[in-house]
């Protein structure tokens, strides 16, 4: 069947017979998109980590929907959305209600409505040729004739179906009264096209124009002929498929009041302007800001409207992990990134989101509950932290926010440079971005972001001595050489000194309890000695052989004095650096920036 096929009406509802599925509402339609791209509904067992984060306890589970696997930490509000759908399928009166999106500016809203209306795109559809709103052909059938359509063959059309004016005039006209004369002509929604979709975005009061919602009347014509009517309103454009309301608060009384008929009595207002009105079928979703909904729900008068919304709340991810994601998926960045650098990001991102808790010590903390990380045995649960500050995710920084701060980082570098962002890149910009925000963004928080990068990225350097095993085991029998000469009362050299000191740092005070430690050490290879002893050998490779030496190959950029063990040890060094993630640029950055820090000291 061709994509321009034209059936008779007796051709179409015989293909309704043997598959009543192709008359459906558009609230149907939407559900039946989400349901078709599959599900699954989790338990505490099947994601131990998510049943952290939510609270589920034994018995409770959360439905996670395929369609939705991009919008990361929403599952809750995506089983509301969904469940609006379920109700609103069957053709109650959650039908004659619209769905209210509200949150903070970058939360979601938008993408969510995004996510929906590509998942119809594509998907086949008939309506009556020639009609300009492409409605459902059984619209066409006498009111009688339905009763037995769904008795017989279980086909239900909406009880407000009718025809729009234009094919009622044809129906007359042209036809003669004889319905069956329309031919219907097979379809598929298009986005692209605005067939079946449209999106209102909100205008002023001088702008305003309300032929952009229904339509108008061509110049000249006789009032109230419907052939003169322009039925591209975005009403018709989106009829028997999804219209999305931006910002919707922003707009005038009389443009929102068209909210209220259109899901009401499911009809607008004909371009004529008089009592005559069109039926629509169509799924109308709105979006707005929180301080907009605030205000406009604070008014008596809009209480009609409100009455006839389903709201879902959409505030910002707290989660690092998913946060993580989010970043990616706005950026998309095509250079080297350094490891940690999102994780950098996304902390930010989070500690501006949240606020304090009487429950955890810090800032941190709380960010590793939301993330259902593991924590203490007495820690409190992230539903706690959520109830204790319900405020958490509406504010902060937007998700465009961050994701602008990692494309400037990304920018910084000069042509011909090597292009590579590292977290030290991106401290740089963050401490510019805090100090040119729009909302203060307290100091305090771009330490403690540093501060947690940095603890983190010093442990990654100095823990590789437990990688180093050839360099351990010449260490430590250097270390077993010297308590020797210290057994037999010998003197030993600054150097050796100083590392039997450090080696011994978890070993007895007591000289006695020392040296009996040192005669059982001197008959032990390096693999079978104490954790103690293996403990003060990293310690020693890591602050008196990999520090010094990163200092001498990026700080001072000094080759020339490092004897031939030496060298091997630094290619072993970047060698391994390179295998978690680093490249030449972004590894002598943040070794360079550590050093200077003294954070590695």
Known sequence: MQNDEVLTLE?????????????????????????????????????????????LK????????????????????????????????????????????????????????RTLYWALHGEEIYHIDGCPIREEPLNAFPRAYRKELEEKHKIVLSEWADLCPVCRHRLKTEFNSDYTKFRVRKDHISIRASRYFASVDPTDPISFDKAKLIGSVTLGEKEGDPTAFELDGAYHRANRGLIEFVEVFRNETEFLYSLLEATQSKTIESPAGRTEKIFIDVVIIAHANEPNWKKFEKNDDNEALVDRLVRVDVGNNVRLNEQI?????????TCHLAPQTLETLAMFTILTRIQPSEQVKDLISKVLIYNGDDTEIDAPSAAELRAERPRDGWIGISNRDAAKILEKAIGIRQPGEESCVAPPDLLKVISEFCANA??????????????????MIATQFTSIGKDCQDICIRYYENYTAAI??????????????????????????????????????????FSDTSLAIKSGIYDYVAQEVIIPKLDKLI??????????????????????????GYCDRCFKTVAEWLINSGLLQ
């Open 11 to 55: 051709e179409y509802l015989n293909l309704v017979r043997a598959n009543p599925n192709l008359v459906k509402t558009a609230h149907k339609r939407v559900y039946d998109a989400i349901i078709k791209k599959g599900y699954k509904t989790v338990s505490a067992k099947d994601d131990p980590r998510l049943a952290k984060i939510l609270g």
């Open 58 to 113: 034994n018995g409770d589970t959360v439905t996670v929907y395929n369609l939705f696997e991009n919008h990361y930490g929403l599952e809750r509000e995506i089983e509301n959305i969904v469940g609006y759908f379920r109700a609103a399928s069957l053709g109650g009166e959650s039908s004659r209600l619209f769905l209210f999106l509200v949150g903070p500016p970058g939360s979601g809203k938008s993408s969510i409505v």
């Open 325 to 333: 994601e989010i970043v990616k998926k706005l950026t998309r960045p």
């Open 438 to 455: 729009k909302k203060p963004i307290p100091v305090e928080l771009i330490e403690t972001v540093t501060d947690w990068y940095a603890a």
């Open 484 to 525: 020797i000469k210290l057994l037999r009362g010998e003197t030993l050299s600054p150097e050796a000194e100083n590392l039997v000191n450090i080696v011994e740092s978890r070993l007895p005070n007591d000289d006695g309890e020392k040296n009996a430690l040192r005669q059982l050490i001197i008959e032990q290879k």
């Open 555 to 580: 700080v001072q950029g000094n080759h020339e004095d490092l004897n031939e063990n030496d060298r091997l040890s630094l290619k072993y060094f970047q060698e391994h650096f390179r295998a978690l």
